[in-house]
T-cell receptor, first 112, second 113 residues
Framework: QKEVEQNSGPLSVPEGAIASLNCTYS??????FFWYRQYSGKSPELIMF????GDKEDGRFTAQLNKASQYVSLLIRDSQPSDSATYLC????????????FGRGTSLIVHP | DTAVSQTPKYLVTQMGNDKSIKCEQN?????MYWYKQDSKKFLKIMFS???????INETVPNRFSPKSPDKAHLNLHINSLELGDSAVYFC????????????FGPGTRLTVL
C-alpha cells in the first residue's frame, strides 16, 4: 500500500511567520510531488509542484524535496490569515498507471 | 468560463436508489479523474480515464460505474446507494497521465439517507 503521511494539525502560526508543512511518502518510485490548498467547502487548487531534489520557490511559497529521505515540505513565508486552509500533499506514484495518492492534509491556521 | 464543471452540486437521496454525477472539462485535457472525499477530508482516487480509456480503477465497489463518452466528459453512475457512499465527489482533469497538475471541479456533495 503506497502511503502519503501528513500531520493533520492544526498548525497555528501568527500572521507574518513562516509556516512549515511536511509530508512523507512510502513509494521510492514516486516521481512527481504536488501541494494543493483546500479551503473549507471548496475544491483543491494547486499551489506548487516539484519533480527534482532541492528547493523550488514561487512567491511566498517554497517547496522542498528530498527523495533519499522520502519527504517533501512546503514553506509559506509571511503567512497571512487568507492562507488558513488545509494543505494536501499529493504524490504521483509509478507502476504503470501513475496513480495520484493524497495525504490526509494539514490544517493551517494563521491568526492575526 | 468554468474549467471543470460538475452537476449536480448537491444530491440527497434514499438508500437503494441509483444516481449519476456528470463532469465536463473545457481545458482540452486528456485525463480525467473521480475522487471521493470522506467526512475526514481524505481524498481518494476512484477512477481515471485517459482519452476515454479506463486506466485507474482503485478498489471501488462495482456499484460504481464510470463512463467517458468523449475525453471532455466523465460521468459516474452509482447503483444501490448505501449510507457509506455519503461524501463529496470531485472530478478532476490533467493534461496527461504523467506528472501534470490536476484541476478540480467544485465537487458534488452526496447525502444518502
Amino acid at each position: 500500500q503506497k502511503e502519503v503521511e501528513q500531520n493533520s494539525g492544526p498548525l497555528s502560526v501568527p500572521e507574518g511567520a513562516i509556516a512549515s508543512l511536511n509530508c512523507t511518502y512510502s513509494d521510492r518510485g514516486s516521481q512527481s510531488f504536488f501541494w494543493y490548498r483546500q479551503y473549507s467547502g471548496k475544491s483543491p487548487e494547486l499551489i506548487m509542484f516539484i519533480y527534482s531534489n532541492g528547493d523550488k520557490e514561487d512567491g511566498r511559497f517554497t517547496a522542498q524535496l528530498n527523495k533519499a529521505s522520502q519527504y517533501v515540505s512546503l514553506l509559506i513565508r509571511d503567512s497571512q490569515p487568507s492562507d488558513s486552509a488545509t494543505y494536501l500533499c499529493a504524490v504521483l506514484t509509478s507502476g504503470g498507471s501513475y496513480i495520484p495518492t493524497f495525504g490526509r492534509g494539514t490544517s493551517l491556521i494563521v491568526h492575526p | 468560463d468554468t474549467a471543470v464543471s460538475q452537476t449536480p452540486k448537491y444530491l440527497v437521496t434514499q438508500m437503494g436508489n441509483d444516481k449519476s454525477i456528470k463532469c465536463e472539462q473545457n481545458l482540452g485535457h486528456d485525463t480525467m479523474y473521480w475522487y471521493k472525499q470522506d467526512s475526514k477530508k481524505f481524498l481518494k482516487i476512484m477512477f481515471s480515464y485517459n482519452n476515454k480509456e479506463l486506466i485507474i480503477n482503485e478498489t471501488v465497489p462495482n456499484r460504481f460505474s464510470p463512463k467517458s463518452p468523449d475525453k471532455a466528459h466523465l460521468n459516474l453512475h452509482i447503483n444501490s446507494l448505501e449510507l457509506g457512499d455519503s461524501a463529496v465527489y470531485f472530478c478532476a482533469s490533467s493534461w496527461k497521465v504523467t506528472g501534470s497538475e490536476q484541476f478540480f471541479g467544485p465537487g458534488t456533495r452526496l447525502t444518502v439517507l
